[in-house]
């Protein structure tokens, strides 16, 4: 079966122009299988789909509802939860990457690094207190991300050989033109975030690959410290206009799951 995972919805974060339902015409006309959503410490686009979901027009189609957490030491995270899962706190940006997983992991989910080797302000190699052990305890690695530049991807996949863990491949688009860029194909049925986790866990074969956008300003401003310190300032800044007290949030994080878990 064929995914993108890693899509950005208009619904859900504020710098995308595709809708959910844009993301699953132009996916069937290019032949994918699903995609999965995975907007900014955002489950809106995810709820958007939930309004749809039972409409027999999408019954062979399959969307995977996950998150991209911005952490406090490790740039941008990807995070999968079990189905109908919605944890509050990740809509709350900046927990540490170590609290991070054993949250993700007591609620049974899984979770993995989003362009490691990426823009410095988001992407975990470019802070200096990333703890590399940490990538031990992961679950997959973002091997190929479309917006990144060849040697970001190339760094990546050697990332994920060295600690030989599961290979993801993400469009991360945020515009049409980057929508079917990326591919990972799974060898299994995957119908759900049940189906996905279960399938990374299992290490059932996954290949991840695509083709780069190539360079563009935007990109290159992102590398400018001027980019990387403005990114620092806008993802702390809207954390604490959003939750000024996200430390106590952080501090107060409950052990057990706010909604029903199934499987």
Same mark, same amino acid.
């Given at each position: 079966m064929k995914f993108d995972l890693h899509c950005h919805t208009k619904e859900g974060s504020l710098d995308s122009k595709v809708s959910v339902t844009e993301y699953i015409n132009k996916f069937r006309m290019l032949g994918f299988d699903g995609f999965m959503i995975a907007d900014h410490n955002s489950y809106k686009g995810?709820?958007?789909? $939930?309004?749809?979901?039972? $409409?027999? @027009?999408? %019954? $062979?189609f399959t969307i995977i509802r996950g998150i991209e957490y911005d952490t406090k030491d490790a740039g941008h995270v990807l995070i999968i939860m079990p189905d109908d899962l919605y944890l509050p706190v990740l809509k709350v940006r900046?927990?540490?990457?170590?609290?991070?997983i054993r949250l993700v @992991?007591?609620?049974?989910?899984?979770?993995?690094? %989003?362009h490691p080797f990426g823009a410095t302000g988001s992407s975990a190699m470019g802070f200096r207190n990333m703890n590399i052990d940490l990538v031990r305890r992961l679950d997959f690695i973002e091997t190929f991300n479309t917006c990144e530049f060849p040697d970001s991807n190339r760094l990546a996949a050697e990332l994920a050989e060295k600690y030989n863990m599961v290979t993801f491949a993400g469009s991360d688009s945020h515009v049409p033109e980057y929508i079917g860029m990326?591919?990972?194909?799974?060898? %299994?049925?995957?119908?759900?975030n049940n189906d996905l986790i279960k399938a990374v866990r299992h290490r059932l074969p996954i290949t991840a690959g695509g083709q780069e956008r190539g360079v563009t300003k935007k990109a290159k401003r992102k590398e400018h410290w001027i980019g990387v310190l403005g990114f620092k300032i806008y993802n702390r800044g809207l954390g604490k206009l959003k939750c000024p007290y996200r430390k106590y949030h952080h501090r107060k994080l409950p052990m057990r799951s706010p909604l029903k878990f199934h499987g």
């Amino acid at each position: 079966m064929k995914f993108d995972l890693h899509c950005h919805t208009k619904e859900g974060s504020l710098d995308s122009k595709v809708s959910v339902t844009e993301y699953i015409n132009k996916f069937r006309m290019l032949g994918f299988d699903g995609f999965m959503i995975a907007d900014h410490n955002s489950y809106k686009g995810c709820r958007t789909w $939930d309004k749809i979901k039972n $409409d027999p @027009h999408y %019954a $062979d189609f399959t969307i995977i509802r996950g998150i991209e957490y911005d952490t406090k030491d490790a740039g941008h995270v990807l995070i999968i939860m079990p189905d109908d899962l919605y944890l509050p706190v990740l809509k709350v940006r900046g927990m540490r990457l170590k609290k991070l997983i054993r949250l993700v @992991h007591t609620f049974g989910g899984i979770l993995g690094l %989003a362009h490691p080797f990426g823009a410095t302000g988001s992407s975990a190699m470019g802070f200096r207190n990333m703890n590399i052990d940490l990538v031990r305890r992961l679950d997959f690695i973002e091997t190929f991300n479309t917006c990144e530049f060849p040697d970001s991807n190339r760094l990546a996949a050697e990332l994920a050989e060295k600690y030989n863990m599961v290979t993801f491949a993400g469009s991360d688009s945020h515009v049409p033109e980057y929508i079917g860029m990326a591919c990972t194909e799974i060898d %299994a049925d995957i119908t759900c975030n049940n189906d996905l986790i279960k399938a990374v866990r299992h290490r059932l074969p996954i290949t991840a690959g695509g083709q780069e956008r190539g360079v563009t300003k935007k990109a290159k401003r992102k590398e400018h410290w001027i980019g990387v310190l403005g990114f620092k300032i806008y993802n702390r800044g809207l954390g604490k206009l959003k939750c000024p007290y996200r430390k106590y949030h952080h501090r107060k994080l409950p052990m057990r799951s706010p909604l029903k878990f199934h499987g």
